[in-house]
């Protein structure tokens, strides 16, 4: 079945530093891949999407390339802000419902 | 995006009893989704809900635990039975829109 793998944190970063978050997945065809941040004590929010091969989605200064050749989509952000301090997630669209990575908990640090 | 309002947003109940969670949709979909989140992990699928139809539930997950009601088009409720500590979770209603899946801000449970 489908499935999303994470690099599962924590990571800690300082104020400007470079973040980079991997995700791979299992899946059969050429799912929808997604990104969803939670804040602290808030609800789950999509931050980018890419729905097909090569496709790079981007927001708020996070990028993610669709790399079907390495069945991954990693997520980057070039300087990172304290508000940047999130549970990100990886998830993967197969059939009509979302398949989840465990998820990664980020602390930016002033 | 469409716009999800979850009720209630927190709740502490005695085990043994049952809580039945509410979502409701600004908009027409044809399927809503039943999340859970445990302290501290990812966000497993419940079960689908189609309007008309009884849900499909993932593996896991049982109707007679969490049965769940799809009236219409634009409301479900999920409803958690015979709680026990162990469900102590968040929950989360979502549907599929033209930007992706949007999702309600979640019920936060703790059972005692």
């Known amino acids: 079945g489908d499935s999303v793998t994470q690099m599962e944190g924590p990571v800690t970063l300082s104020e400007e530093a470079f973040l980079t978050i991997n995700c791979t997945y299992t899946?059969?065809?050429?799912?929808?891949l997604f990104w969803y941040v939670q804040y602290p004590g808030e609800g789950l929010q999509l931050l980018l999407k890419?729905?097909?091969?090569?496709d790079k989605g981007s927001n708020k200064g996070f990028e993610a390339t669709y790399r079907k050749e390495t069945t991954s989509f990693h997520l980057e952000k070039g300087s990172v802000q304290v508000s940047d301090s999130a549970v990100y997630f990886c998830?993967?669209?197969?059939?009509?419902?979302?398949?989840f990575g465990a998820g990664t908990t980020v602390t930016v640090r002033a | 995006s469409a716009v999800i309002s979850q009720k209630p947003s927190r709740d502490i109940c005695q085990r043994g009893t049952s809580l039945t969670i509410q979502c409701q949709v600004d908009?027409?979909?044809?399927?809503m989704f039943w999340y859970r989140q445990q302290p501290g992990q990812s966000l497993t699928l419940i079960a689908t809900?189609?309007?008309?139809?009884?849900?499909?539930?993932e593996s896991g997950f049982v109707i007679d635990k969490f049965p769940i009601s799809r009236p219409n088009l634009t409301f479900s409720t999920l409803t958690v039975s015979n709680m026990s500590p162990e469900d102590s979770s968040i929950y989360l209603c979502?549907?599929?829109?033209?930007?992706?899946?949007?999702f309600g801000s979640g019920t936060r449970l703790t059972v005692v």
């Open positions: 979502s549907v599929e829109d033209n930007y992706g899946y949007t």
């Open positions: 899946a059969t065809g050429y799912p929808s």
């Open positions: 890419a729905t097909k091969a090569d």
């Open positions: 998830a993967l669209r197969g059939d009509y419902k979302l398949s």
């Open positions: 908009s027409q979909v044809t399927m």
């Open positions: 809900a189609n309007q008309g139809s009884e849900a499909t539930y």
